[in-house]
């Protein structure tokens, strides 16, 4: 067979379909203008093998823009013609085709290993077929380059076998393309074990006339008893593929005699009426075998494949397959998904709008409990919800990982120790970022050196929780004093962005809370991230306000006891007939020299002294009476001082606090103590302890402070 652009063009003048003729002799002029002067190891010119692929693809029907990409689907691997040459002549829609043609072609095929291995491959060709033809395309080009292979050399003929077995025999299976199938297993199986195909065909070869002759008669004697159907079925007779009988032979361990379905013969009819009709027919005429019928009709296979199989036996006693089928089944049965274009796509073959693998889905739907639904699912569920990508080493081995890893997953899922030293990685051969999401098909080369180590912000850019994992693990066990400064630091930070004060013993509170028993341990936890700082904030905050609102009540309270007993014990209060007795001033009141005070004799504690305005004096009941005591402020008290406390509300601005306490200062008060918070409203509150001698020296200082701007009021506090 010579194929040239003349044939191709016979094929698609004789094609039923309406092809744009100009747009794919306008590709074919620029693939035979890029592949000039190179030839395939036949001989021939290079462009015979994008036109054979073309043509290949012309008897699925596919569309014109398929053949456009088939015949230059060489062009940006194998030439210096870039793609956006063919998008620009071609459109999107060719130059996409191409480039994942292209792209398919660089995935490294390992198959030397398990079958998992193979089918993650194939799981990866199909997900990177954006678009199904890019598929559909490849394994065309993989047929034509099967069917030349003899002229490669032994070695390269191996490795082409072997892949065509294992990763794109089971593809075409899968888009129930088994005319593509059967013939790559065919030439594979011979260049694999070129000894056991040949014992088969020789098998085969000898029983060939009889064979054809028991055919003829089973064909006929069906024929005879469907003569009335109209129009006359198709009846085929044929000996099934070498490969099938091989696998029943050697894999199965089954003797020739055995197989049953070696014959089988294929009955094409109009509607599926007629397929049950002509059962019925063939089940009088032949005694069938028990357990043999399988009805794919009612229950399609998952690759949409449909027929009626039944094995029966003649009267020489041979079992033989009779197969069952509309023309259109048999179409899809021929041709798979390819049948897709063949019959649902326009004269135009466009299936622009459609969603790829809406048919797959639409089975996937129907048929729920068909048998192998599970592995069509899988092959293709990549597609329909990429919850894994897969990548490759450049050995070609696949690593699946969950959709968002970076290089930091994938160097741990290699080895634990590729990621401990990882120094950067290449994708495709270009030095790429640590947060790089990996993609389906990338092949990702790391490097490593013996003296790198992991760096503590991969725990916020690894994906998976296993590399998180031997990260943190990694920094647990390698670094202890690093770790404790590390986490210390952050601890540090975070707490100062929250204006809390990290104090050793809130410190110790919040690692007892996370199971640790001293601060090292938490520190170092935090460190190697083995305690997540941003997940335990929100409750150290609570912890810490809740502490400091607790803390501040105890302190002020504490503050106006003190200045109530330590300062004034010496205070002179003089009490009516009594020397020498204890004094205490009342917290509720805080009287100040020259206020007008009253005694009351508690139980133990002497007398307290109180404003005779305060709300206790007022309020004091009946039978206390005789407990009221008077007293009276001694003279000559300047040398005393007392403690008191303003509270003082203003709106908040800048340098309030400057301005009070330089009022203060002025008026040769000392400030004891000096607190300011914002309060709810905006406002600013400060509270100031100064100490004075006189109530009128503190009354005079409320003054003044009332004056600075701002204030909003100044009280001297007391009443509690
Ligand atoms: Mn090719």
Redesign the pocket.
């Known amino acids: 067979m010579l194929y040239t652009i003349e044939y191709l063009t016979e094929k698609i003048q004789a094609s039923e379909k309406a092809y744009d003729l100009e747009k794919i002799t306008a590709a074919y002029e620029l693939a035979n203008e890029a592949h000039k002067g190179v030839k395939r190891s036949s001989g021939e010119p290079y462009i015979t093998?994008?036109i054979a692929?073309a043509c290949i693809l012309l008897e699925f029907c596919m569309d014109t823009d398929t053949i456009c990409a088939a015949l230059m689907?060489?062009v940006v691997e194998d030439t210096d013609v870039p793609l956006d040459t063919i998008r620009k002549r071609f459109g999107e829609d060719v130059a996409n085709l191409v480039d994942g043609v292209t792209k398919i072609?660089q995935v490294p095929l390992n198959t030397t290993k398990e079958e998992q291995q193979a089918e993650n491959i194939r799981k990866i060709l199909i997900a990177m077929s954006k678009d199904i033809r890019v598929i559909i395309i490849k394994l065309a080009?993989r047929l034509?380059?099967m069917r030349t292979i003899m002229y490669r050399p032994p070695e390269k003929q191996r490795k082409k076998a072997l892949e065509t077995m294992n990763i794109y025999a089971p593809i075409a299976h899968r888009l129930g393309m088994s005319a593509v199938k059967e013939e790559m297993e065919d030439i594979s199986i011979k260049i694999l074990d070129p000894y056991g195909s040949k014992m088969i065909e020789e098998m085969l070869d000898k029983h060939k006339e009889q064979r054809d002759t028991f055919i003829d008669i089973i064909k006929s004697r069906i024929r005879e008893r469907i003569s009335d159907i109209q129009p006359p079925p198709t009846i085929e007779g044929r000996v099934k593929s070498v490969y099938s009988i091989y696998k029943k032979v050697y894999v199965k361990g089954k003797s020739f005699d055995e197989i049953y379905d070696i014959y089988a013969v294929r009955v094409i009819v109009q509607t599926v009426i007629e397929c049950y009709n002509v059962l019925g027919i063939i089940h009088d005429i032949f005694k069938p075998i028990p357990y043999r019928f399988k009805d794919y009709i009612a229950t399609p296979k998952p690759n949409r494949y449909q027929s009626l199989h039944t094995t029966v036996i003649g009267r020489e006693g041979i079992p033989f397959e009779v197969q069952i089928r509309t023309y259109e089944m048999h179409n899809t049965a021929q041709y798979g998904i390819a049948a897709h274009w063949k019959y649902k796509a326009g004269l135009t073959g466009s299936v622009a709008g459609e969603k790829r693998f809406d048919w797959i889905r639409h089975i996937l739907e129907q048929q729920q409990d068909a048998d192998d639904i599970d592995q069509l699912a899988d092959a293709i569920k990549v597609d329909l919800a990429p919850d894994d990508v897969y990548v490759f080493t450049p050995k070609g081995d696949v690593v699946t990982l969950p959709t968002g890893s970076t290089i930091i997953d994938f160097a741990y899922a290699i080895h634990t120790q590729v990621g401990n030293t990882m120094t950067g990685a290449k994708v495709g051969g270009r030095m790429i970022r640590f947060d790089y999401r990996l993609k389906t098909g990338d092949i990702v080369e790391i490097q490593t050196s013996s003296n790198a180590r992991p760096n503590r912000n991969w725990l916020e850019i690894a994906k998976t929780s296993e590399a998180r994992a031997k990260i943190r693990a990694w920094f647990k066990r390698e670094c202890r004093e690093e770790n404790i400064s590390e986490g210390r630091n952050s601890i540090e930070l975070e707490f100062r962005r929250n204006n809390m004060i990290p104090t050793e013993d809130f410190i110790l509170e919040l690692a007892n809370l996370q199971h640790f028993d001293n601060a090292d341990d938490f520190y170092a936890a935090i460190g190697y991230g083995g305690v997540i700082l941003s997940k335990i904030m929100q409750r150290a905050k609570d912890i810490y306000n809740a502490r400091n609102a607790d803390k501040a009540q105890e302190e002020s309270s504490d503050e106006i006891l003190a200045a109530s007993v330590t300062k004034r014990r010496k205070g002179g209060v003089i009490v009516e007939g009594i020397d020498n007795c204890l004094i205490k001033f009342a917290k509720c009141c805080n009287p100040l020299p020259g206020d007008d005070i009253i005694g009351f004799i508690t139980r133990g504690y002497g007398v307290s002294v109180h404003k005779r305005d305060c709300v206790n004096v007022i309020n004091s009941s009946e039978s206390e009476k005789e407990r009221w005591i008077n007293v009276m402020w001694a003279g000559g008290t300047e040398s005393e001082s007392y403690n008191a406390t303003i509270d003082i509300i203003a709106e908040d601005r800048t340098a309030l606090i400057a301005d009070i306490t330089a009022t203060i200062a002025a008026g040769r008060l000392p400030i004891r103590q000096i607190s300011a918070h914002q309060l709810k409203n905006g406002n600013g509150n400060v509270i100031v302890t100064v100490e004075v001698a006189s109530v009128e020296q503190l009354n005079a200082m409320i003054g003044r402070i009332r004056k600075i701007q701002g204030v909003i009021s100044a009280e001297r506090t007391g009443i509690v």
């Open positions: 093998h994008p692929v689907h060489d072609g080009d034509h380059n």
